[in-house]
């Protein structure tokens, strides 16, 4: 029982890691390519710190709440599933006993086995027993859609602060170089990242991570260049 809830307990951390690396990349990816797509267009760092910040705070609020009212979503199904397995645990107990019993049936455990697990599982905590077995969720481990929000968010900051900082460096000219390489390593890294957390080739994953990103950025520097010399 106590790996079982170390298992659970690092998988639920591990989730979260990786949403946080996810919304780093989102961050890194967005913004960088919507300032390039600027600097195509003009060399004023005011502007670049404008769009940057209006970028960030744009892309942040917009993860923010999409993960809050995803969250909030999934949450609602979930205690939607609690409080009728509740119902039924209520109003039909020896139906309820019987369903789980065959639930361990089905994995393997002999009827008279399967009989003595259910009822002292039953007699022990009977909607913990179902959840989990039944349902395959712990009730005391729901995701807390406020604090998904501030996970994505702050994690999209902190990605988009790698472009914004980078093309604002004094650098006589070389704002835009300096933010492709700067966007490249930290793709690198969002990529190692996500790679070694699901264990996925970490060549092919990185690779991919840092060509689309660099592509995003190619494509919006191409469009702000064509942009500035028709409006100059």
Same mark, same amino acid.
């Given at each position: 029982?106590?790996?079982?809830?170390?298992?659970?307990?690092?998988?639920?951390?591990?989730?979260?890691?990786?949403?946080?690396?996810?919304?780093?990349?989102?961050?890194?990816?967005?913004?960088?390519?919507?300032? @390039?797509?600027?600097?195509? %267009?003009?060399?004023?760092?005011?502007?670049?710190?404008?769009?940057?910040?209006?970028?960030?705070?744009?892309?942040?609020?917009?993860?923010?709440?999409?993960?809050?009212?995803?969250?909030?979503?999934?949450?609602?199904?979930?205690?939607?599933?609690?409080?009728?397995?509740?119902?039924?645990?209520?109003?039909?107990?020896?139906?309820?006993?019987?369903?789980?019993?065959?639930?361990?049936?089905?994995?393997? @455990?002999?009827?008279?086995?399967?009989?003595?697990?259910?009822?002292?599982?039953?007699?022990?905590?009977?909607?913990?027993?179902?959840?989990?077995?039944?349902?395959?969720?712990?009730?005391?481990?729901?995701?807390?859609?406020?604090?998904?929000?501030?996970?994505?968010?702050?994690? *999209?900051?902190?990605?988009?602060? @790698?472009?914004?900082?980078?093309?604002?460096?004094?650098?006589?000219?070389?704002?835009?170089? &300096?933010? *492709?390489? %700067?966007?490249?390593?930290?793709?690198?890294?969002?990529?190692?990242?996500?790679?070694?957390?699901?264990?996925?080739?970490?060549?092919?994953?990185?690779?991919?991570?840092?060509?689309?990103?660099?592509? %995003?950025?190619?494509?919006? *520097?191409? &469009?702000?260049?064509?942009?500035?010399?028709?409006?100059?």
């Amino acid at each position: 029982m106590v790996h079982a809830e170390v298992s659970s307990a690092d998988s639920s951390k591990l989730n979260w890691l990786r949403a946080a690396v996810l919304g780093a990349n989102d961050g890194i990816v967005s913004v960088s390519a919507l300032i @390039v797509g600027v600097a195509g %267009a003009t060399n004023d760092p005011r502007i670049f710190l404008i769009t940057g910040v209006a970028g960030i705070l744009s892309g942040a609020l917009s993860m923010a709440v999409g993960e809050y009212v995803s969250v909030s979503s999934q949450r609602d199904v979930e205690e939607a599933l609690f409080a009728k397995e509740r119902h039924e645990l209520e109003t039909m107990p020896e139906a309820e006993l019987e369903e789980l019993t065959a639930l361990y049936q089905a994995k393997g @455990v002999s009827r008279q086995t399967a009989e003595i697990v259910a009822r002292e599982l039953t007699a022990h905590d009977a909607f913990a027993a179902h959840a989990e077995t039944e349902l395959k969720m712990n009730p005391t481990e729901l995701t807390n859609p406020w604090h998904a929000a501030l996970a994505s968010g702050l994690s *999209f900051t902190v990605g988009a602060l @790698v472009p914004l900082i980078a093309i604002l460096i004094p650098s006589a000219g070389m704002h835009v170089q &300096i933010t *492709f390489a %700067a966007v490249f390593f930290a793709l690198a890294i969002t990529g190692y990242l996500s790679a070694t957390m699901s264990d996925a080739p970490v060549g092919k994953v990185v690779m991919r991570v840092v060509f689309g990103g660099i592509l %995003a950025m190619i494509i919006t *520097f191409g &469009i702000g260049k064509i942009f500035g010399v028709a409006v100059a």
